[in-house]
């Protein structure tokens, strides 16, 4: 029997209700049995802050995940050294897989449309399905544009337009969920100027954010 793996990489600095949400709904659309969610360790798309220490994130996302039996975590980006690639990563899941396995990989659409400036990211979409979620601010239709200009001309939209098939690389899929304007910055501002994150983050890591006194030195961060 095949595995349908969800694979959900971020900073997540701290995980929020959006990611949540975002990746139950992305399960439920494309029917997966599991989301892995990997908390990069030396991220390379945020190199103009300053990150909290891996383990703290970690903490968090256990926190966030727990209750969840389709919501699971890796470590496997610390476990590997350098940079926190994707692409790396999914070489490395595909090497460890038992050959059940087929990755859908998740990401916002903010993401999905800087992916031309990720570590070799064509190779992403001959490793694992992709999977767009939409993220309020950022245009759909922009998706087919960027598969064509920055990946292949032989993408072909499905009548919907919601995914894109292709004769040798993986499909590409478009996420129906909610518009959640949420944001780990947003959290960070907030819990830098003393004021409430009750319901954007999960009650649990709220009380670890004021427990440990994280981001209490940000206070400006452009939200
Ligand atoms: P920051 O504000 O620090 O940039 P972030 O909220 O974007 O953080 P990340 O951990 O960087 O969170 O995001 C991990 C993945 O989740 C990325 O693919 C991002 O596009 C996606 N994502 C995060 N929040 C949302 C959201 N509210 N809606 C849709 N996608 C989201």
Request: net charge neutral.
């Given at each position: 029997m095949a595995w349908r793996l969800g694979i959900f990489g971020g900073?997540?600095?701290?995980?929020h209700v959006g990611h949540l949400r975002i990746a139950e709904e992305a399960r439920e659309a494309l029917d997966l049995d599991r989301i892995i969610f990997i908390p990069a360790?030396?991220?390379?798309?945020?190199?103009?802050r300053k990150i909290l220490p891996f383990e703290h994130r970690w903490r968090m996302l256990f926190l966030s995940l727990a209750?969840?039996?389709h919501f699971h975590m890796s470590d496997i980006e610390q476990k590997m050294a350098g940079k926190s690639y994707s692409v790396l990563t999914l070489n490395e899941l595909r090497r460890k897989s038992t050959g059940r396995e087929n990755y859908f990989f998740l990401v916002g659409l903010d993401s999905f449309l800087e992916l031309d400036t990720w570590y070799r990211y064509r190779e992403l979409f001959s490793l694992a399905h992709l999977v767009v979620m939409r993220r309020p601010g950022?245009?759909?239709?922009a998706v087919e544009t960027f598969l064509k200009q920055s990946v292949s001309l032989d993408y072909t939209p499905d009548p919907q337009g919601r995914s894109f098939s292709h004769p040798s690389l993986f499909s590409v899929h478009m996420v129906d969920n909610t518009h959640l304007d949420i944001s780990s910055t947003c959290v960070r501002v907030l819990a830098g100027q003393e004021r409430s994150i009750r319901y954007l983050v999960a009650d649990e890591v709220m009380s670890y954010i004021e427990y440990h006194k994280l981001y209490s030195d940000i206070s400006n961060e452009r939200k």
């Open positions: 900073t997540f600095d701290p995980v360790a030396d991220p390379p798309h945020k190199v103009q209750g969840n039996p950022y245009k759909e239709k």
